[in-house]
Structure formats: C-alpha cells, structure tokens
C-alpha cells in the first residue's frame, strides 16, 4: 500500500522559517518532518510514498531523493500551482493507477499511531484524535474550592481530524480540481455515509502549525523517546 504525503504547502504560520525552508523541512530534534513520517509509517509497513511537492520543491528532493537512503521507495506529483489538499491529491491519480486503496496524510503531522487501524476493506476512514485544551484547566470541587490543575487536559468526547486518512479509488470521484479536501470530498462522503472515522486515544500526535508546536513537539518526543 502507497501512502500520500501532502507536502505541497507554503507553512505561512511558520514563517519565517518557511521563508528559507518549506515546511516538511522544518526540523523537530533535527530531523526533518518528512523524514519522521517516513520513518513513522515504515515501522507498519509502508514502505511506497508519494510526495505532493510544489513549493520550494527542490529542497525536498534533494534531502528525499528516491527514498532509498531512508529505506523506503518514494515518487513525486508536482504542483506547479496550489491546489488545494483535494486539487493535490487527484494531481496524483495517475501514480495511484495500481491501488486499490491507500493512506494520505497532511505533511505536518507528526504521531506514532498504528495507520492500519484505517485499513477497513470498501471503507474510507479517517483518524480523531481527542480534543487538547490549549489552556491550562483548573479543577474545582462543589463549593468552588480550587482542587487542582491540569495542564492542556485532553477533552472528553470531542475529536479532531487527525489528518491521516485511508481512501479507496472511489474518492477520486468527489475529488475537485482545486480545492481542499476537508470542505469538498470529505462532507460529501459523509453525507453519502461512506465516511467512517477510527478514534486514537493515550497516542502522541502534533500538528506542526506553530512555531510554539515545534518545541511541545520536540519535548514530547523526548519524553517518549520517539526515533
């Protein structure tokens, strides 16, 4: 099974470090993202990528190359305009010719959790992850007595896109030519019902989106040992 990577972006929140560098670049621990989720997906197997490149392109493939150096066999879909996470994603068509089925994922998440969870057969499946507080919560008693606080809790019963999918070819069909896939393909298929969602919980996962992120990553990481 291919696994897509969307790492076409400008990462304009991340700037300026994105002004020298584009994002799947952008170092936690000083390794490149893209090379976390390489890494990250081979131990469950994946060992076929493509990368959705478009902006500073170049860079990516001279740190990637082929992939060989990582273990792993990686081809490119070029943007040479943004297109969206859906626009991107069916640029990619003709490289996924031969799949039945295959992961996608944004290029700024970095987790550890099991990708294969996603593989329901005739599914499309996307993976939540609970809701984080950005705030510290504080923990009162019946009498509003302070009894505690906790640091950025996770919320009970609310989830988020995880940003990591499993789609069967079927999706190309709900795919725009330009656009994001989160407001196009996504509620389409829900409302069709072809949508089922696989929740992860107690497993580390950080969207890169700040540069507050890269360092809670990086201490994370750390703390779990993550290689």
Not at 168 to 194: D, H, Q, S
Request: charged share 30%; glycine share 8%.
């Amino acid at each position: 099974m291919k696994a897509v990577v969307l790492a076409g972006g400008f990462g304009k929140r991340l700037k300026p470090l994105t002004d020298q560098k584009p994002k799947p670049m952008i170092e936690v621990l000083s390794v490149p993202i893209i090379d976390w989720q390489v890494r990250w997906l081979m131990k469950f197997g994946v060992k076929d990528f493509v990368l959705c490149v478009g902006y500073m392109k170049e860079q990516i493939f001279d740190h990637v190359s082929d992939g060989s150096k990582l273990g792993a066999r990686i081809e490119y879909s070029i943007e040479e305009e943004p297109l969206g996470t859906g626009g991107a994603l069916k640029n990619a068509k003709n490289l996924l010719a031969d799949e039945e089925s295959f992961l996608m994922l944004n290029g700024d998440v970095l987790t550890e959790l099991d990708p294969n969870r996603l593989r329901v057969a005739g599914l499309h499946t996307i993976a939540l992850v609970p809701l984080r507080s950005p705030f510290g919560v504080i923990e009162l008693d019946r009498n509003s007595r302070v009894r505690g606080f906790v640091e950025k809790p996770e919320i009970q019963d609310k989830w988020i896109n995880a940003g990591v999918y499993h789609f069967t070819r079927e999706v190309f069909r709900y795919l725009p030519e330009n656009g994001n896939i989160e407001v196009t393909a996504l509620p389409a298929l829900a409302k069709e019902g072809k949508l089922e969602a696989v929740k992860y919980e107690k497993i580390f996962w950080r969207s890169i989106d700040s540069h507050k992120d890269i360092e809670e990553a990086a201490n994370e990481m750390q703390a779990i040992k993550m290689s």
